[in-house]
């Protein structure tokens, strides 16, 4: 009900034909779903006293994610219950301190997947070249400025640091799960 008065609003007074006026009203309905992950995960983390933590989590997925593709839920439900269940094992583990070089080792890997398969295309959602080569390019760029957030914070607040290792794994999670379900692009059948 309030989606649909939303996009009422955001779509009143355009003339759009009925291709671009779909597209719009797909952007419109990812920006509300997104909003409200967002908006969830930030209450959660007041709940958890980690709000900073949660801050620098859901802006480094959120940049990684939009270029290196990863796992999508069936349904917006499934994608709401998914999201807030890695906001709260993140947490979970996040309580714990891990040694840092177990943090580095996290890092390596994760960047090194990274840039090595990204982006992980959805069958349904295929890339031209030039936006795979523009989305490497942009891996490539996170990648390198997390990378070095990271060497900076590992000298002087481990915990961020470590926040942004767990959040690297998070992501290369996502894209596993991608390549090893039946959406992949790539997947034979």
């Not at 989606?3 to 034909?17: F, R």
């Not at 995960?41 to 801050?55: C, D, E, I």
């Amino acid at each position: 009900m309030l989606k649909k008065k939303i996009k009422g609003l955001l779509l009143k007074n355009n003339s759009l034909d009925d291709k671009r006026r779909e597209l719009a009203e797909h952007g419109i309905d990812i920006l509300i779903s997104d909003s409200r992950n967002l908006f969830c995960v930030f209450f959660l983390s007041l709940f958890l006293r980690n709000t900073k933590q949660a801050v620098l989590y859901m802006l480094i997925l959120s940049t990684l994610r939009v270029h290196t593709g990863g796992w999508h839920a069936s349904t917006e439900y499934r994608c709401f219950i998914t999201y807030q269940g890695m906001f709260l094992f993140f947490s979970l583990l996040n309580t714990l301190i891990i040694p840092k070089q177990v943090s580095i080792a996290i890092m390596i890997f994760s960047v090194s997947y990274i840039i090595h398969f990204s982006p992980v295309e959805h069958k349904f959602n295929p890339l031209s070249v030039e936006e795979t080569k523009r989305n490497r390019m942009y891996c490539f760029i996170y990648c390198t400025v997390y990378s070095a957030l990271f060497l900076n914070l590992i000298k002087y607040s481990y915990i961020y640091a470590q926040t942004i290792a767990f959040t690297f794994l998070f992501n290369v999670v996502l894209m596993e799960l991608l390549r090893k379900s039946e959406n992949y692009r790539y997947y034979d059948y």
